[in-house]
């Protein structure tokens, strides 16, 4: 498998870039998060609240593209997904509280964003404060070795407020830049292959999983294996609860059908048959098993 990133096909298109959310505790992640999401709510002609299925999507209507945001902030989950070998983020949102300035989980967020090869695009948050200082901020910024863009850079530095909603359609610009820069694509053809971001049980409708397609398209009928999990997709939604009849590259997309809930991390790929995807099912369940009585027995 390709990393998506780098998909060769002819027929690829640009696609949304999937963007993950980091930084210092009580620096504003989830409030910019919840921010972002009501402006994806806003976007769309159908009026109601998201519900939180890990990813949504904020169409951005200018430009006629849009952008996946992970929905789950911190460093747990993306180490988590990275450990797995899964490499679905394409950009960092790296918050730090224009009030508070670099911390220690800034550094760790920033170390998280370097190893795995993405760029970062900084928000400085709570710029509604009064207290808030943002030129101090950036001068810790690049003596932590982040070269912004008004330095010469490629760094950019957005001031936001989740408050006041400041600075949130800079935010969406700047992110969208960066995006264009990477000239990510993918082929909505092939069959698809995803990443699962989030899975649980629910009490009628079973095992469901939020994957974020990154090639091809998910289509409802498809025949799926995800991680140990197999099964034929029953039903596909977006955030807003829609249903959806198929997810190509970069959209995430709620999932049902599944015999079982896969982890987060884990990679989606639809199979030719129900025989061949409960065969592949059954031999990753059977090593997942061999590797654990390994590790007991030394
Ligand atoms: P997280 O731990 O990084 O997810 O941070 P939260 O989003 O939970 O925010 C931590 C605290 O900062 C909460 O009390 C928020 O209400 C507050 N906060 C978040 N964003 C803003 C903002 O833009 N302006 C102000 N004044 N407070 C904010």
Known sequence: VLPPREDLDADAVARPAVVTIMGHVDHGKTSLLDALRESAVAAGEVGGITQHIGAFQVPLPDSGTSLTFLDTPGHAAFSAMRARGASLTDIVVL??????????????????AAAAGCPIVVALTKCDREDCDLERVKRQLMAEGLELEESGGNVQVIATSATTRAGLPELETALLLQSDLMQLRASPTRPAEGTVVEARVDKGQGPVATVVVQRGTLTVGDVIVAGQEWGRVRALRDARGESLDSAGPGTPAEISGLKGAPMAGDELVVVPSEERARRVSEKRSERAYLSLVNRKAK
């Open 95 to 112: 918050v730090v509280a224009a009030d508070d300035g670099v911390m220690p989980q800034t550094r760790e967020a920033f170390g998280h």
